[in-house]
């Protein structure tokens, strides 16, 4: 069973506030059960220059705001560290230009079973 309220203390510590407990059923892939999610700048490998280049160009087009590819990978460092000490994955909701919505979750019952 995650400590939720340890997971958010981590990422505080780690500069990201604004982390909020959810549960519930969502049509995001691989986001269902209980999570934490919270809107962070976008740095690191979610920055533009560090996508690959279609998304980059797809990034520069998009009316909505902002593209990437969702790979965990893109995450923060940090937040990622976290997820894994905590058996969580990360799973990144949406994103605009210059900030990224992005949940630590409980692993799907689809990825635990392979």
Known sequence: ??????VKQELREAG????????GETPVPGLSGEWVEGEIA????????NQPLSMRILDTLSFSGGALNADPKYAPESIRKI???HGL??????????MARVALCEPSERNTSS
Request: aromatic residues 12%; hydrophobic residues 30%.
């Open 42 to 49: 976008r740095e690191g490998g979610l920055k533009r220059e």
């Open 16 to 23: 990201y506030s604004g982390f909020k407990f959810e549960s």
């Open 89 to 98: 994955e990360v799973v990144i909701i949406s994103v605009t230009t210059d």
């Open 83 to 85: 997820a894994t000490q």
């Open 1 to 6: 069973m995650t400590d939720w309220e340890r």
